[in-house]
């Protein structure tokens, strides 16, 4: 069996150390390559994300003064006037003359459901024609309330008073003239406003006796 040389291990450990040294020195490089080539790639990408920010502010700064140049909207409301119909008009009408409790003007108008009726009130008060007397007490004003007109509320109700006033003035001029066909077509558009005008007053003998003939019968049959 051979000895192993002395001499000639040396030089092979001095060789294998030389290899592992070049290994080690190309893995370095490899290394480092690579490292650099992503250093490369993110530089690369940070100023294509920052070109593309600079874009997208250019673009947002010029919507934005194209946008101030235009005139504003004007300023939508979270709700619109509502027109009074004739009901409203009825129990505006109601407490004009003198009745302000809730349910008194509830009895005054059988026909009308308590619900509609609520909702009539609530309407009224929303679009600040009607609100509560400062002096009800708790039990009265969730139970009874008293109804006080604005002053809104009372400048319509006298506008449509006379208004009404003038339509009546209408009817009783073509029942004057025995114009049944004119007179038929005017009762007809003012059917809805005949409670209200029978509130007020503006009935006269001559028109409730031609209420109650059978004439009247004949004409709307």
Same mark, same amino acid.
């Given at each position: 069996?051979?000895?192993?040389?002395?001499?000639?291990?040396?030089?092979?450990?001095?060789?294998?150390?030389?290899?592992?040294?070049?290994?080690?020195?190309?893995?370095?490089?490899?290394?480092?390559?690579?490292?650099?080539?992503?250093?490369?790639?993110?530089?690369?990408?940070?100023?294509?994300?920052?070109?593309?920010?600079? $874009?997208?502010? =250019?673009?947002?700064?010029?919507? #934005?003064?194209?946008?101030?140049? *235009? +005139?504003? @909207?004007? %300023?939508?409301?979270?709700?619109?006037?509502?027109?009074?119909?004739?009901?409203?008009?009825?129990?505006?009408?109601?407490?004009?003359?003198?009745?302000?409790?809730?349910?008194?003007?509830?009895?005054?108008?059988?026909?009308?459901?308590?619900?509609?009726?609520?909702?009539?009130?609530?309407?009224?008060?929303?679009?600040?024609?009607?609100?509560?007397?400062?002096?009800?007490?708790?039990?009265?004003?969730?139970?009874?309330?008293?109804?006080?007109?604005?002053?809104?509320?009372?400048?319509?109700?006298?506008?449509?008073? $006379?208004?009404? =006033?003038?339509?009546?003035?209408? #009817?009783?001029?073509?029942?004057? *003239? +025995?114009? @049944?066909? %004119?007179?038929?077509?005017?009762?007809?558009?003012?059917?809805?406003?005949?409670?209200?005008?029978?509130?007020?007053?503006?009935?006269?003998?001559?028109?409730?006796?031609?209420?109650?003939?059978?004439?009247?019968?004949?004409?709307?049959?």
């Amino acid at each position: 069996m051979k000895q192993n040389d002395p001499q000639r291990m040396a030089k092979t450990t001095k060789k294998d150390q030389e290899q592992s040294i070049n290994n080690w020195g190309e893995l370095y490089d490899s290394t480092k390559k690579l490292v650099k080539n992503q250093k490369k790639v993110t530089t690369k990408k940070v100023s294509k994300l920052k070109t593309n920010l600079e $874009d997208y502010e =250019k673009a947002y700064l010029k919507r #934005l003064k194209k946008k101030s140049g *235009k +005139k504003p @909207k004007p %300023k939508q409301t979270d709700h619109f006037e509502e027109a009074l119909e004739p009901l409203d008009y009825v129990i505006l009408g109601l407490i004009r003359n003198g009745i302000k409790k809730y349910q008194t003007l509830a009895k005054r108008l059988p026909k009308v459901p308590i619900m509609k009726f609520n909702s009539i009130f609530e309407k009224l008060k929303k679009n600040g024609r009607l609100k509560n007397h400062p002096d009800d007490t708790w039990k009265d004003r969730n139970f009874n309330p008293t109804l006080v007109m604005t002053d809104k509320a009372k400048e319509e109700i006298e506008k449509h008073i $006379d208004e009404m =006033k003038e339509e009546y003035d209408k #009817l009783v001029l073509l029942y004057e *003239k +025995k114009d @049944k066909k %004119k007179l038929r077509e005017a009762m007809d558009s003012n059917r809805m406003n005949f409670p209200f005008m029978l509130l007020m007053g503006m009935t006269t003998g001559m028109m409730n006796a031609w209420h109650e003939s059978d004439e009247y019968g004949r004409l709307f049959c």
